[in-house]
C-alpha cells in the first residue's frame, strides 16, 4: 500500500504540472487569442497528455515488458484521449449549462478527469499494476486472485494490453 500512495504521490506531482500547463494554455488560447473555450479547452489537454507522457513514463509507472512501446504509447493516448473526451463533456456540461465560468469549472474537471487517469493508466499502462494487491494474502487467495494468477501463467493469452 505504501508503494502505491508513493506512486499516486509521484502521479499528483507530475498531474499538478500538467494541470498548470492545460491551464495557462487554456487561459492563452481563450483571453489573449480569442480561442472558443471548448476548442481551447480541447488543444491545451492535448498538448498536456504529451507533456504528460513523458514525466509519467519517466517519473511514475514502470514501462511493462509484456507489451511494446508502441503498444504502451497506444494505450497511454486511447487512455488519455478517454480522458479528453471526459474533459470537454464536463466543461460544456459545467460552463455550457450549469453557467459555472470555464476558468473554475475547468479546475473541477480537471480533479475528476485526474481519478480516471490515474486509475486507468494504473491499469492499462503500469508494469507494477498489481503489485499491491497481489502482496496482499488475502487477495491472492480470493477466487479473482487465484484467477488472475492462473491468467498470468498462459502464454500470450488474449490481447496484452487489456491481460491482468
Known amino acids: 500500500m505504501k508503494r502505491l500512495i508513493r506512486q499516486f504521490l509521484r502521479f499528483s506531482a507530475v498531474g499538478v504540472s500538467a494541470f498548470a500547463l492545460d491551464y495557462v494554455l487554456l487561459l492563452v488560447l481563450v483571453e489573449r487569442l480569442g480561442m472558443q ?9 492535448t498538448i498536456s497528455i504529451v507533456y504528460s507522457y513523458f514525466l ?3 517519473f511514475v509507472y514502470t514501462r ?6 508502441t503498444e504502451e ?4 493516448f486511447v487512455v488519455s484521449f478517454i480522458g479528453l473526451a ?8 459545467f460552463a455550457g449549462h ?16 485526474s481519478f480516471w487517469n490515474f486509475v486507468s493508466r494504473k ?3 503500469d508494469k507494477d499494476r498489481f503489485h499491491d494487491l497481489e502482496s496482499d494474502f ?10 488472475l494468477q492462473e491468467r498470468d501463467k498462459e502464454p500470450g493469452r488474449g490481447m496484452r494490453l487489456l491481460r491482468w
Do not use: W
Open 86 to 93: 471526459l474533459n470537454d463533456a464536463l466543461l460544456y456540461l
Open 56 to 58: 509519467s513514463m519517466r
Open 64 to 69: 511493462r515488458g509484456d507489451i511494446s512501446r
Open 138 to 147: 488475502a487477495f491472492r487467495e480470493s477466487p479473482m486472485g487465484k484467477k
Open 37 to 45: 473555450y471548448l476548442l481551447a479547452a480541447t488543444l491545451s489537454f
Open 123 to 125: 491499469v492499462f499502462v
Open 73 to 76: 504509447v497506444i494505450a497511454f
Open 98 to 113: 450549469i453557467d459555472i465560468d470555464y476558468r473554475i469549472a475547468k479546475v473541477i474537471v480537471g480533479v475528476i478527469v
